[in-house]
């Protein structure tokens, strides 16, 4: 099955910890996302990558790494200079949009809580 | 920078009713315009979307429509049913900025039975 995959489901952290969130797709496609989603709010997006060993930073970057060695693979550090870092999310993948925009495909999620 | 507003913010409706979702966007560039459906505890899935250049589309019971001319876009679900409750989610897109979407806040949608 092609798909989008984020692992683990549910994620505990102490604080001052840092943690890496897992994303992986099989949909060979060129672009991938973060987002982060809060209660009541719309999803945020944290960084994203058009190309393989390129990304820019979204509108809620601080707090955040990422890294895209492999087309197949982007995956999320929430370092402990996050001040706020409990949340829901999400990983998105796309084909590379040309001047359209193109169908955004979403992962399960993870969710992530700061004990 | 794109801003996006969703109404309502909770939407109760009998089954066999319709329901109406409406957004606005704030950047005329925009020029593409999903809709998702989250399921609890799931990832977004797409249900329907729109591009600048046409005025509505329609898919079974779900349709989408565009106003260029006063930025915002609505979608409509027709005889609504039990497992349409969710929560859904406009965006809007400037592909100029590469392919960034903007969300709305979203819209818990409740049909009861």
């Known amino acids: 099955d092609g798909g989008i995959t984020q692992s683990p489901k549910y994620l505990f952290r102490k604080e001052g910890q840092n943690v890496t969130l897992s994303c992986e797709q099989n949909?060979?496609?060129?672009?991938m996302y973060w987002y982060r989603q809060d209660p009541g709010q719309g999803l945020r997006l944290i960084y994203y990558?058009?190309?393989?060993?390129?990304?820019q930073k979204g509108d809620i970057a601080e707090g955040y790494s990422v890294s895209r060695e492999k087309k197949e693979s982007f995956p999320l550090t929430v370092t402990s200079a996050q001040k706020n870092p409990t949340a829901f999310y999400l990983c998105?993948?796309?084909?590379?949009?040309?001047?359209?925009?193109?169908?955004?495909?979403f992962g399960p999620g993870t969710r992530l809580t700061v004990l | 920078g794109e801003n996006v507003e969703q109404h309502p913010s909770t939407l109760s409706v009998q089954e066999g009713d319709s329901a109406v979702i409406k957004c606005t966007y704030s950047d005329s560039a925009s020029n593409y315009f999903p809709w998702y459906k989250q399921e609890l505890g799931k990832g977004p899935q797409l249900i329907i979307d729109i591009r600048s250049n046409v005025g509505e589309k329609k898919d079974q019971r779900i349709a989408v429509t565009l106003n260029k001319t006063a930025k915002h876009f609505s979608l409509h679900i027709t005889e609504t049913q039990p497992e349409d409750s969710a929560v859904y989610f406009c965006?809007?897109?400037?592909?100029?900025?590469?392919?960034?979407?903007?969300f709305g806040a979203g819209t818990i949608l409740r049909v009861k039975s």
């Open positions: 965006a809007a897109l400037v592909a100029e900025y590469g392919n960034k979407l903007v």
């Open positions: 990558s058009q190309i393989v060993n390129d990304f």
């Open positions: 949909l060979n496609h060129d672009a």
């Open positions: 998105a993948s796309s084909v590379t949009p040309g001047l359209t925009g193109s169908e955004q495909f």
